[in-house]
């Protein structure tokens, strides 16, 4: 959606016509305003409306209360904000259907037959990631390789 000219444009403009993506969300809704109606994850609405002042009042105090339970429990308490998708790691340990997606897709016979993979260090993997180590971005990767290979290559 972005030619090189519109981001030499927009590298050129000053820092307060960049403040909250004004000049992105403008260029949406003259030249996608089909993409433009879809509603954020996030906030629940689409470029043409405005969150309401008491949701985003709300939400910025849950977010911070978030914070500071987790901050001062030492990390004991953990409250993840799942209208973002910045969690990758902590949603593979706290939401069991993530990671059974993985273990089943990249442990499939259809997937070690392929032979791109080694069973024995996506296993690995798996469980070290299920353990707390961060691998999820490799394993996101291997995940949509063989996603990729079901989709078009089969």
Same mark, same amino acid.
């Given at each position: 959606?972005?030619?090189?000219? +519109?981001?030499?444009?927009?590298? *050129?403009?000053? @820092? /307060? &016509?960049?403040?909250?993506?004004?000049?992105?969300?403008? $260029?949406?809704?003259?030249?996608?305003?089909?993409?433009?109606?879809?509603?954020?994850?996030?906030?629940?609405?689409? +470029?043409?409306?405005?969150?309401? *002042?008491?949701? @985003? /009042? &709300?939400?910025?105090?849950?977010?911070?209360?978030?914070? $500071?339970?987790?901050?001062?429990?030492?990390?004991?308490?953990?409250?993840?904000?799942?209208?973002?998708?910045?969690?990758?790691?902590?949603?593979?340990?706290?939401?069991?259907?993530?990671?059974?997606?993985?273990?089943?897709?990249?442990?499939?016979?259809?997937?070690?037959?392929?032979?791109?993979?080694?069973?024995?260090?996506?296993?690995?993997?798996?469980?070290?990631?299920?353990?707390?180590?961060?691998?999820?971005?490799?394993?996101?990767?291997?995940?949509?390789?063989?996603?990729?290979?079901?989709?078009?290559?089969?």
């Amino acid at each position: 959606l972005a030619d090189d000219q +519109l981001v030499d444009f927009f590298i *050129k403009l000053p @820092a /307060r &016509l960049k403040q909250s993506r004004l000049i992105l969300r403008e $260029y949406f809704k003259m030249k996608a305003p089909e993409l433009a109606q879809i509603p954020y994850q996030a906030t629940g609405v689409d +470029l043409y409306s405005q969150p309401s *002042k008491i949701k @985003a /009042r &709300l939400r910025t105090y849950f977010n911070k209360t978030n914070y $500071y339970v987790e901050r001062l429990s030492g990390g004991r308490l953990k409250y993840y904000n799942k209208t973002h998708y910045h969690h990758f790691n902590q949603w593979y340990r706290s939401d069991k259907r993530n990671s059974k997606f993985y273990h089943e897709i990249l442990l499939d016979d259809r997937t070690i037959k392929r032979g791109y993979f080694s069973e024995k260090t996506v296993r690995l993997m798996l469980e070290k990631q299920g353990k707390g180590s961060n691998l999820i971005s490799g394993l996101s990767s291997l995940l949509s390789f063989e996603l990729f290979n079901r989709l078009f290559v089969d």
